[in-house]
């Protein structure tokens, strides 16, 4: 057996090779419900039911839709650029702290407190993720790590706030702040949790960073720094500034996501383990689906909705812990990149 | 004559759209060096990679003392007797001498303390300077080269190939290199001496074999051999050893550097005070074993490196601070790296094309790219320079290394270009393409553009330029006008020597 | 005194899993393969372990058992990041998540059941010291460390004098598997004596952090585990004090930002093996 190298593999043969990967992260995955105890064909007919057979369900794959497009659009721009922004948990955490301290101290009018609390959750996600990308540009350290301490430090941060100063003065007992006054509220189709206007803004907003990438200069200089920096030293693209302008705009989307959460689902701060929810994980899978171009993000969010909501599913039906969902995220992610291998090369038999 | 240590027979090796060696036979005795001689793509290095195991030939055998042998990889060649000395160093950098010789033989406990005596024995017996405890990233390239024939000698090697031994060496180290040679002819062993620099050939090879093509057209003994003779069997014509260039007509002063100091990437002065104008019109060469400061000069004439003393004025103005503004400013950069430096392998030819003039019109109105302006632009610079390539939207990752290089020429030299500089411009590349670099450089100089030639290539250089400075440790020696200068002398200033006056 | 003895000696203690979790590390990445799925290693030994334990009523079997388990689980990113020459961050960010995931999932039976027969800390204690002592003696004064350093700095230049670059990185992975496994299995069987979800709590990551905070040095590993071991005491030990138990509990996650930053401002990260985190490709150098 040898292999041989395709310098260009045709598209077919791409989605060929994406399309066996998901189906053997979804075997394995049955593997290890299995092992939980749960026949694998009686886990996935329970996850299809509860999801894309039932109206409720479609609308439980929409709103877990809704911050994933958001979050994996940023990070399929973030990733054109080469940075491996793991800590979209951590912007998602202070994009909705931001939001939640607008709405709760900053008496705002209905018109103008959510495009506030939007605005406030963009600009304090992209500061967060700014925090890695100035070591990155500045010192040279590696962002997987640094993103991802950022997440934890962002938990213990809200924390900090709900159980203490923020902590709410009706509900006793319990760390959450207040609930937001109602102009800050996000409508919601009537009947489920989809709050549209965050959907319609993470499509819009993957539609135009697909536009930025593809068709302006600054799209031009983040594909250069992230092919091959040396490169763009070379001609002059700033390497720091841009990575630094990749670093805001998806800690910015991440921001946003959060907002939406907030403002829609929980209507108040909590720990923001139950905000996050892993989305900012899920996400990268969602990037690493869209081949780094944001629109295709909108598909591939929602591919990730199903399993999210569905691992909810799960979770009612067969009191899986919550991890289910990790145990689907890194089957993912590992197959898609073992097939990245083979989408490359061929295999021939003989010599 | 003896039974031949090494005998390849018919030796043949196919690659895609290549036939690499054609039925290539030669054979080595003990006590001779036989020098393998070849322009680049002539099949030296295929035929170099099979008799070390990394390639396996299609047809063909290879007898060791009269026995045929199989060869399927380089320890099989190790432990057969066949030792290479690599064009360049197979060695890990920050480990010492004496633990990079232990690796693979050592013995299982102290392996580098233990194998130092060996070490020494074998330095002492062949004249190799070497000392054991010194790390390799503090060597210098010669002692590397000593590096590695230790560790083929420590493995017993009978057969030992020099793969372009000396395109690293000054003509000094050379010599010194060739003594370590005759000490190894005279034990018996047998070398292949890899080399396209006919004055080395002739100095210390016995027999030489010419390969063009992949293909063996001639043998000779080094007694009946003569540069001339043996640069007819390489290129197949008659080639004129006359200089390219004409005597050129100077203009103002582009290029004026003076009192330059910059510092290298690990600290240290790099640049000593480097001095020297540089006219329109002109082709300047900078000559130096590598590492001496060509780099960091090249880079702060590029934008890509601070200066710390001195200064450089443009066309009379200090240069800008980016290279971007350097490059609207006329500072044309044909950077050493091709592949990693002066071209985006991922991105498409138009893309690539248009790296120095993205944010401009035609290519760009306000904040967005034109595709349309791009494929002009593309579909226009592939005609002139006849870039080999399937279309626009090729990633330049697919083309050859020739036709890398054309992108590269045809976006830099695209406008006209005040400065020029050209770094190792053609490095590894094939007759036809070095011949168009060189025409496509003097085209500019003709122009009215001053160019800064960077090369190893002492004929290259002595082909080319007007006059050559030859950069060692940081200081410029010269420039001199190029009727002044003969190798020799070249050689001497690459080593710090002097001139006699 | 007795007191700040008992504090310290705790630091020490909860030092050891970052310790052994960071001399695996250091283990594969000196062969040049790095591995963030360290996290997940120790979930998944930490699981594998308290089983073993809670089913056999052996301690030891189940120490053997974690350290089997961390071994085994490293096998998918070694054959996604060395054969399949994938991009190593994301191949071991995937571990991480599945195992956190796995151990999640098939832990829960276990969740809230105490161990009858947990064993002692302070044999993990020495332990953690010995191999630290250990994995200095093998890398730098036997053969086989000189191979693996080797692997690490030019995997082309092991190649061509017949080192088996792949087969040597596999064991380097695993080795680092098992370490973090070792791990585990001490917190699970001995420091917590029991098995919750996310038990881990982060420490893998800091290992991770560890090893370029000591420059990929066994011997100074020891000191900087027992640092951060200090700092997650000083976490459990002044909850009460006038500092909100929260930034310290934040603290070693800041700290590893500072740590890094500092590094790298420090020796621009020129102590990494040359060869860290690049595939290798035969022919392709």
Redesign the interface.
Known sequence: MRLEYL??PSPWRQAAAVALAILAALGVAGLVFWAYGVPPLTAYATLLRGTLADPNGWAEVLRRAIPLILVGAGLSLAFRAQFYNIGAEGQIAIGATAAAGVALFWPIEAPWMLPTMFLAGFLAGAAYALVAALLRAGLGVNEILTTLMLNYIAYYLVQYLVQGPWRGRSLFGFAFTDPFPPQAVLPTLPGTLVHWPTLVLGVLLALLLQFLLS??????RL??VG??P??A??????VGPTLLVAALITGGLAGLAGVGEVASIHKKLLDSSNITLGYGFSAIIVAYLARGQPAWAILTAFLMAVLFAGGDVLKVAFQMPFRVMDVFSGLFLLFLIASDFFAQHRVRWGR | MAEPLLRLQNITKRFPGVVANDGVSLEVYPGEVLALLGENGAGKSTLVSILYG?YRPDAGQILLEGRPVHIG???EA?RLGIGLVPQHP??????TVA??L???I???????RRIVPLIERIAQGYGLEVNPMARIADLSPGEKQRVEIVRALLRGAKVLILDEPTSVLTPQEAQALFRVMRELRQAGKSLIFISHKLEEVLAIADRATVLRRGRVVGSLAASEASREKLALLMVGRNVSFERKRKPAELGEVVLQVEGLEARSNRGPLALRGVSFALRAGEVLGLAGVAGNGQSELVEVL???RRLEGGRVLLAGQPLGP??????AQGVA?I?E?RI????????SVA?NL???T??RPPL?RG???Q?AAYRALAQERIRALDIATPGPAT?T??LSGGNIQKVILARELAGSPRLVLAVHPTYGLDVGATELVHQVLLQKAQQGAAVLLVSEDLEELLALCDRIGVLYQGSLKGPFAVEELSREQLGLLMTGGNLAA | MEEVWAALLRSVIFGTPILIAALGNLLNERAGVVNLGVEGMMAVGALAAFATAQTTGSGGLGVLAGVLAGGLFTLPHAFVAISLRANQFVSGLALAMLGLGLAGLLGKRFEGQPLLAPLPEMPFVYLGFGLAVALWAFLY????G??L??VG??P????????PVYRVRYWAVAAGGMFAGLAGAFLAVSYRSSWTEGMTNQLGWIAIALTIFVAWEPLRAVLGAYFFGLLYYLGFALQDSAIPSVFLQALPYALVIVVLALVAWRRRQGAAP?ALGLPYER?RR
């Not at chain 1, 030293?233 to 700033?238: A, D, F, L, N, S």
């Not at chain 2, 197979?90 to 480990?95: A, E, S, T, Y």
Request: aromatic letters at 6%; zero cysteines; charged letters at 15%.
């Open positions: 310098p260009s068709r302006t200069t600054l799209g031009f594909r250069v092919a091959n040396q490169a030293r070379y001609v002059g693209i700033p | 990394l990889s380089p320890l190790l197979m060695l890990v950098g920050r480990h633990e990079n232990a690796l693979g050592g013995s299982p406990l102290w392996p580098a590029a934008g890509l980016n290279p971007a503004q350097l490059f950069h950077p790296d990693q430096m002066g071209t985006v392998p991922s991105l893309e248009a790296l120095r993205f944010h760009a904040w967005l790219t595709p990633p990752r697919l | 004064l036997t053969h086989a000189l191979v350093r080797s700095e030019n082309a230049a092991a190649d061509l004098l017949g080192i040359e022919g």
